[in-house]
């Protein structure tokens, strides 16, 4: 079992910038594919950004590349999702989850995470 909390949400004006971060307790951090998902008002969650267990490898939707930045920190638990040059369409409820994997591959889609955070609320205003 994992429990994942999320903090780094806010209110923040369209050009700016957040970081969002995610602290993991429970088993072996680096045994984690991590992930951020979004859910709008309305609209149904969707992928935003995956690391591998390593780090060494990471995938991003296409509305968030060269925007969003996914980096992890295994000596502390921690992912991380760097927020550049934010446009109003980003608000959303922002979640981490983790899948427990022995393998290298990247996972987008909501079904192969076992472990979600609460959320983290980010508004971005025009």
């Known amino acids: 079992q994992v429990q994942l909390v999320e903090n780094g949400g806010g209110l923040v004006q369209a050009g700016g910038s957040l970081r969002l971060s995610c602290a993991a307790s429970g088993r072996t951090f680096s045994i984690y594919n991590m992930g951020w998902f979004r859910q709008a008002p309305g609209k149904e969650r969707e992928f935003v950004a995956t690391?591998?267990?390593?780090?060494?490898?990471?995938y991003y939707v296409d509305s968030v590349k060269g925007r969003f930045t996914i980096s992890r920190d295994n000596a502390k638990n921690t992912v991380y999702l760097q927020m550049n040059n934010l446009k109003p369409e980003d608000t959303a409820v922002y979640y981490c989850?983790?899948?427990?994997?022995?393998?290298?591959?990247?996972?987008?889609?909501?079904?192969?995470?076992?472990?979600w955070g609460q959320g983290t609320q980010v508004t971005v205003s025009s």
């Open positions: 989850a983790a899948k427990v994997t022995t393998s290298g591959l990247l996972y987008t889609t909501t079904r192969a995470y076992e472990y």
């Open positions: 690391i591998s267990r390593n780090g060494g490898s990471t």
